[in-house]
């Protein structure tokens, strides 16, 4: 089944093969919504050091905490067989570091760990902002355009990104609760380092779903509501899930490029039906408009819900939407 999975290597687009790789990621962008890249710059010893300091600290900071907590508890207590749906088997912990950081005010972190997630979150970053121009190269938008969005007002304090170092740990009874449970990410672009042995993410592709496979040193990344809205439809946010796994502990750290909180979202005028007729583009344009924080809002009630009634949510409640001439 995942033969296919797209893999890419990043450093392809700095040689003759760039043409081929814009269209290997362009293609994962409009028909999987989910991939993998290799080769992305960011060093394989920091991965690792990253790694090996995140998985030292869910030892000493989390994994007592979650079987006292959570395992013993919820699954010995509910007797019946039937799934359990308001919680998730995982233990998190997010780090914010744009508008600003918020590590260094954070408790339990060794010095070496918040110096290491500091340094890899910059060079995410770089990835991010990188990415965000290969897709405007790949939709036809003008260089930048995505990330101008993103960055907000020009009073605006820019985009918001951060970073959720989860671990999932075994789970006696895998049938019974999700890792994390189904739904789609509300924000950008999501870079996320995941464990290389241990599996469990899967997405929904044609109505099946895959595994999104564990390979060292690779980021999977993965497109958010937000540009599904701005590709009016071209990408799509894919739903995904995590099934907790009978043996082993799961690494999963998630970072997420998201539009700034006072952000206007809408469909890129570029990406509505090339027709001067405004009732026509009008017609095309499926997704509403609205401001990033307020959709981030409302998500955080419905994160498990389909999308589609978000998106419709602003529909309704706005005044129908001003489509800059393109
Ligand atoms: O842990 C993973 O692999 C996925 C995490 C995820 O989907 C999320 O936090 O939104
Ligand atoms: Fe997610």
Known sequence: MNNNFPVICLEKLHGNEREATMARIKDACENWGFF??????????????????????????????FNEAVAGKTLDKDEEEQEIKHMDWETTLFLRHLP??????LPGLSDEYKKVMK??????????????????????LEKGYLKKIFDGSSSSKGPNFGTKVANYPPC???????GLREHTDAGG????????????????????WLDVPPLPHALVI??????????????????????????GTRMSIASFYNPASDAVIYPAPQLLVADSDDDKKKKNQVYPQFVFQDYMQLYSK?????????????????????IPSA
Not at 47 to 64: A, G, N, P, S
């Open 119 to 140: 340094e890899f979150a910059s060079k995410l970053e770089k990835v991010a902002v990188m990415f965000l121009d290969l897709l405007c190269e790949n939709l036809g």
């Open 36 to 65: 993998e890249v290799v080769n992305h710059g960011i060093p394989h010893e920091l991965m690792d050091t990253v790694e090996r300091l995140t998985k030292d600290h869910y030892k000493q900071c989390m994994e007592q905490r």
């Open 100 to 105: 600003e950081s918020n590590i260094s005010e």
């Open 189 to 208: 672009i999501i870079l996320l380092f995941q464990d290389d042995k241990v599996s469990g993410l899967q997405f929904l592709k044609d109505g099946h």
């Open 302 to 322: 419905l994160k498990f819900e389909a999308k589609q009634p978000r998106f419709d949510a602003f529909k309704a409640s706005l005044p129908p939407p001003i």
């Open 172 to 178: 006696p009874k895998p049938e019974k609760v999700k």
């Open 222 to 247: 993965n497109i958010g509501d937000q540009l599904e809205v701005i590709t009016n439809g071209r990408y799509k946010s894919v739903e995904h899930r995590v099934i907790a796994q009978k043996n």
